[in-house]
Nanobody
Framework: VQLVESGGGLVQAGGSLRLSCKAS????????MGWFRQAPGKEREFVAGISWSGGKTYYGDSVKGRFTISRDTAKNTVYLQMNSLKPEDTAVYYCAADFRYGDYVSLLRYDYDYWGQGTQVTVSS
């Protein structure tokens, strides 16, 4: 099983980045996918999630209206489009996969079965 994130980097406040997470080694369609982030000295927090069908999406309060999660089944990839970035968005961003039968998204990191290694996002002021 592998989740490989890419697309992180350094961007100025107000800019945009798109993160990608390529999944392999499991049946991508059976899993809800989520993005979490962790800043230094802080707990890992939920950013966005998408159900296995793509029909349901959820966002953390701090990113609503700025970030968009999507998935491409043909490419086994989940994306996080991040717009209007702020310095407080600086963190390591992790992709995660959660196997579940229902078409919904968990906001709890303990529900996620597989995790990527993370990609650094730094937003300068």
């Amino acid at each position: 099983v592998q989740l490989v994130e890419s697309g992180g980097g350094l961007v100025q406040a107000g800019g945009s980045l798109r993160l990608s997470c390529k999944a392999s080694g499991f049946t991508f369609d059976d899993y809800a996918m989520g993005w979490f982030r962790q800043a230094p000295g802080k707990e890992r927090e939920f950013v966005a999630g998408i159900s296995w069908s793509g029909g349901k999406t959820y966002y953390g309060d701090s990113v609503k209206g700025r970030f968009t999660i999507s998935r491409d089944t043909a490419k086994n990839t989940v994306y996080l489009q991040m717009n209007s970035l702020k310095p407080e968005d600086t963190a390591v961003y992790y992709c995660a996969a959660d196997f579940r039968y229902g078409d919904y998204v968990s906001l709890l990191r303990y529900d996620y079965d597989y995790w990527g290694q993370g990609t650094q996002v730094t937003v300068s002021s």
